[in-house]
């Protein structure tokens, strides 16, 4: 679908625009606030991403006169999040429970998991920073959360692993190299987000 492939451009253009910042950090005396608008800009895309997938799925079950039947079906009480979607039916005056059912845990679930996830890196590295600040260089804590956010769910969780491996790497490279067994997470983060949106471009090409 063009749509996927065009988010997916979106997004490493973003990531390109964080690499030139962090590679710019000590020119820029504000790059936290530049990151943090980026980071806004990427989940707003997410939302719309989100908002045009509900839109085409229900006007392609409007031209099926099977599928049109969905529109005004209730949603089933073995469905798991019943009471959610009920509770957003009501709140929105929405008939269709078993449409917003569907587009929530398609097309929705994805980004409240990837942002909620995303914070929660967010919040692990600020209090990693406030013990071990040795280990953040200018920017760094909020590049986290932007790379979080540019992977999106489920991707993020790929993203914190192999960033995670890359600090121990770099970090071994640098005790050979220099006898220092300490590295900032700038460059593991940018390499990890690097890595993860090939993996999911690959696997997106292939599927």
Not at 117 to 123: C, E, H, P, S
Not at 191 to 205: F, K, P, R
Request: proline share 2%; glycine share 8%; charged share 15%.
């Amino acid at each position: 679908m063009w749509t996927s492939w065009c988010m997916y451009g979106i997004v490493i253009v973003a990531w390109l625009c964080a690499t030139v910042l962090y590679a710019r950090r000590e020119q820029i005396k504000r790059i936290d606030f530049y990151l943090w608008i980026i980071t806004g800009a990427v989940v707003v895309v997410h939302i719309l991403f989100a908002v045009y997938l509900s839109w085409a799925q229900y006007h392609i079950w409007q031209q099926d006169p099977f599928s049109k039947q969905l529109l005004s079906q209730a949603l089933s009480p073995h469905t798991g999040g019943e009471w959610f979607v009920k509770y957003l039916a009501d709140t929105f005056s929405i008939k269709s429970e078993y449409f917003l059912g569907y587009v929530f845990g398609r097309f929705w679930m994805n980004v409240f998991l990837g942002v909620g996830v995303a914070f929660i890196f967010y919040g692990a590295l600020r209090a990693l920073k406030k013990y071990k600040e040795r280990f953040f260089d200018k920017g760094e804590v909020v590049l986290g959360l932007l790379g979080a956010m540019v992977v999106g769910w489920p991707w993020v969780l790929g993203y914190v692993i192999c960033a995670l491996f890359f600090v121990v790497i770099l970090s071994l490279m640098r005790h050979v190299a220099y006898r220092e067994i300490y590295t900032t997470l700038g460059v593991p983060l940018i390499v990890s987000g690097y890595i993860t949106l090939a993996l999911y471009g690959l696997v997106a090409n292939i599927f």
